[in-house]
């Protein structure tokens, strides 16, 4: 009888690799929360907390699922302050970029596609999450 050492798929190991996505995906979340927090912050503490309040009351989006809803939460942006709203964007977008140690590239001529910039983070941050885990 052969005992074959390949893990099946339903096997123990599924599960760890599934939650080891998962902790990646909350930690990600995590530095996005608090690269939003860091910009809103820099427009004053009572603006921050008016901010997250109107976005949860008007646009029933509560600050925990901001990650998971990065539409809506950009379109309350640009409801609450207009064309403004770019200026906290990037804010946001550097404050990311820095706690996940890689460089915010924005050309004169690109125009900013804040959910891109975003996504494009989250990937880097899961790719070198695994990088690391591998060295």
């Known amino acids: 009888m052969?005992?074959?050492?390949?893990?099946?798929p339903f096997s123990q190991s599924a599960p760890?690799?599934?939650?080891?996505?998962i902790q990646k995906t909350e930690a990600f979340n995590r530095l996005l929360l608090g690269s939003i927090d860091e910009a809103l912050f820099s427009l004053g503490e009572s603006s921050r907390k008016s901010i997250y309040f109107h976005v949860e009351h008007n646009f029933e989006l509560p600050r925990n699922e901001i990650p998971?809803?990065?539409g809506r939460f950009q379109s309350a942006l640009e409801k609450i302050f207009g064309v403004s709203c770019r200026l906290i964007e990037i804010l946001i977008m550097k404050s990311l970029y820095g706690k996940i140690n890689e460089p915010l590239l924005i050309?004169?001529?690109?125009?900013l596609e804040f959910i891109a910039y975003i996504e494009t983070a989250r990937n880097?941050?899961?790719?070198?999450?695994?990088?690391?885990?591998?060295?």
């Not at 052969?2 to 099946?8: E, F, G, R």
């Not at 050309?107 to 125009?111: A, D, F, L, P």
């Open 68 to 70: 998971k809803n990065l």
């Open 2 to 8: 052969k005992i074959s050492l390949k893990a099946h």
């Open 16 to 21: 760890i690799l599934g939650s080891s996505m």
């Open 107 to 111: 050309r004169n001529n690109e125009e």
């Open 124 to 135: 880097s941050y899961k790719q070198g999450s695994s990088r690391r885990e591998n060295i």
